[in-house]
């Protein structure tokens, strides 16, 4: 059973500081890999994907993997209040069964103070 | 560019009905892919079409299916509704299925008297 796991939260960070968000998978041939935010209510938007080892980074956003930890990872820089939503952990195998599906984690619910 | 749409947006049944779920993908896209989405279980792999073709299937039961049209478009269909069956439907598109992102819809809400 392929497995991504988040802590459930809630996460609370004040803001303008760094929030991070941590996600850990059982399929160690697992090469691509999504974080998705979710408003409450809303569908889940896609925020960035990350298919090397190293970090990438895209505004305020960075997102890190680690395939020999399987752990994957999304740093919020100056986090505002707008970024308080559930954060998901989506990974896709790269090949053989299921290679056409995501994973999700339950996703981690963060929320920023003002 | 359109993104993907899903109707309806909300469902009320009752159970032992059925319902019809449809998605539009986005253009260009061909692989359309559904899940379900409950405060217990997060969000689970329903199942992936691709040029009309079911790829992959998640764990449930056989109450659960869907199709894809020769223009991209999906359904899916539940049967014989329980109340267990309510949830989030979402579906989400791709170019290929392959490493691209997904890219979500809004959702159907469907609710089981």
Known sequence: QKEVEQNSGPLSVPEGAIASLNCTYSDRGSQSFFWYRQYSGKSPELIMSIYSNGDKEDGRFTAQLNKASQYVSLLIRDSQPSDSATYLCAVKPGSGAGSYQLTFGKGTKLSVIP | ?113
């Open chain 2, 1 to 113: 560019k359109a993104g993907v749409t899903q109707t309806p947006r909300y469902l009320i049944k009752t159970r032992g009905q059925q319902v019809t779920l449809s998605c539009s993908p986005i253009s260009g896209h061909r692989s359309v892919s559904w899940y379900q989405q409950t405060p217990g279980q997060g969000l689970q792999f329903l199942f992936e079409y691709f040029s009309e073709t079911q790829r992959n299937k998640g764990n449930f039961p056989g109450r659960f299916s869907g199709r894809q049209f020769s223009n991209s478009r999906s359904e899916m269909n539940v049967s014989t509704l329980e109340l267990g069956d309510s949830a989030l439907y979402l579906c989400a598109s791709s170019w290929t299925g392959g490493d691209q992102p997904q890219h979500f819809g809004d959702g159907t809400r469907l609710s089981i008297l």
